[in-house]
């Protein structure tokens, strides 16, 4: 799990109990929540922002695999370990 992942879940999680805590102070007035909820959305883009970002990092580190391998012929620098060179 990346870093990024990580603190996605975690601002996912947070803002879960920041839902839940607000629906429980609605019971005494409903402007008691808009904190809660407020929080909640801030939190949750947040974790989407971290999400994005986990998600470009993965694509790249595809792309550049994928690079790799295709220029993996061109970079193969000891084709036969047994020829030595006589310099």
């Known amino acids: 799990m990346t870093p990024a992942r990580r603190t996605a879940a975690a601002c996912r999680t947070v803002a879960a109990l920041s839902t ?3 629906i429980t102070a609605a019971t005494w007035h409903p402007l008691y929540a808009v904190p ?3 929080g909640a959305a801030v939190l949750l883009a947040v974790a989407a922002s971290y999400r ?3 998600q470009r990092q993965h694509a790249r580190h595809a ?3 994928h ?3 295709s220029d ?3 970079l193969d620098t000891d084709p ?3 020829h030595r060179s006589a310099a």
Do not use: N, V
């Open 36 to 38: 809660g909820l407020t």
């Open 80 to 82: 036969d370990p047994d």
């Open 63 to 65: 792309c550049l695999d």
């Open 67 to 69: 690079a790799a391998r």
């Open 52 to 54: 994005r970002d986990e």
């Open 72 to 74: 993996a012929h061109l």
């Open 20 to 22: 839940l805590s607000a």
